[in-house]
């Protein structure tokens, strides 16, 4: 996810530092998840978490910016906490929903456009496949009983 991630992230805003626009999609993201009414957006909303995580620790790397040590731990426990109550979720199914789910996302991302909104962040388009519907049909069939 790593390399999909700086990809997006260079072509996208050439790896420019602004930590308000990083709180912004964080907390945004994390949000996201904790609205979500369904297991597939709880699941998209971590795994977006988790992309916007990355880039912002790339951006600041790439900038030599340090990230303030509260910040970083309170976005890795609360991607922790997430990660936990998806498991009460998906039991032992976690970590393949979540490693196929990491997949969806960074597919979709790579077909958004390199438009910027007045924030800085990268616009959707109708291009983009839809995250949530395909995290939602990977879970149904990686969850589903086997059948002998």
Request: aromatic share 8%; with cysteine; net charge negative.
């Amino acid at each position: 996810m790593y390399v999909e991630v700086l990809k997006f992230n260079k072509e996208r805003n050439q790896l420019v530092w602004d930590m308000n626009n990083e709180l912004k999609m964080l907390k945004e993201e994390i949000q996201e998840f904790w609205d979500a009414e369904t297991v597939a957006e709880r699941l998209d909303a971590l795994v977006d978490t988790e992309y916007v995580w990355i880039g912002t620790q790339i951006k600041a790397s790439y900038n030599t910016v340090a990230i303030p040590d509260g910040l970083a731990s309170g976005i890795e426990g609360s991607i922790s906490l997430m990660e936990e109550y998806l498991q009460e979720e998906l039991g032992d199914k976690i970590y393949e929903c979540l490693g196929k789910a990491r997949e969806i996302v960074c597919r979709a991302n790579a077909h958004k456009g390199k438009e910027l909104d007045k924030d800085g962040k990268v616009m959707k388009d109708g291009k983009v496949p839809n995250a949530t519907k395909d995290i939602a049909l990977m879970i149904e069939e990686v969850t589903k009983p086997s059948t002998y």
